[in-house]
Nanobody
């Protein structure tokens, strides 16, 4: 069982930046791909960034150039830097871990990000 705990959410003004953290319960990055997703009110959850064990990254078109995902293996923590935030990006942001071979996926509890002036 993998446990993921997100932190770093909060209220930010439009155009502002935020860094979210996701702490994993163990050294899993070698066998799990890590990702960030978000779910806005009334919408489906959307996976927007992924980082693999080889540090390859992929981003949804909607966030390319503004979001950066990174991992610190020594701290078992994945980060997500978000720049130039827009009000429509108000959502609960979730961290996930997907096993590279069998596909089992774990989710964190989510952290609220509100973009508003």
């Amino acid at each position: 069982q993998v446990q993921l705990v997100e932190s770093g959410g909060g209220l930010v003004q439009p155009g502002g930046s935020l860094r979210l953290s996701c702490a994993a319960s163990g050294s899993i990055f070698s066998i799990y791909n890590m990702g960030w997703a978000r779910q806005a009110p009334g919408k489906q959850r959307e996976l927007v960034a992924v980082i693999t064990s080889g540090s390859s990254t992929n981003y949804a078109d909607s966030v390319k150039g503004r979001f950066t995902i990174s991992a610190d293996n020594a701290k078992n923590t994945v980060y997500r830097q978000i720049n130039s935030l827009k009000p429509e990006e108000t959502a609960v942001y979730y961290c996930n871990a997907q096993h590279q071979r069998v596909g089992t996926t774990y989710w964190g509890q989510g952290t609220q990000v509100t973009v508003s002036s």
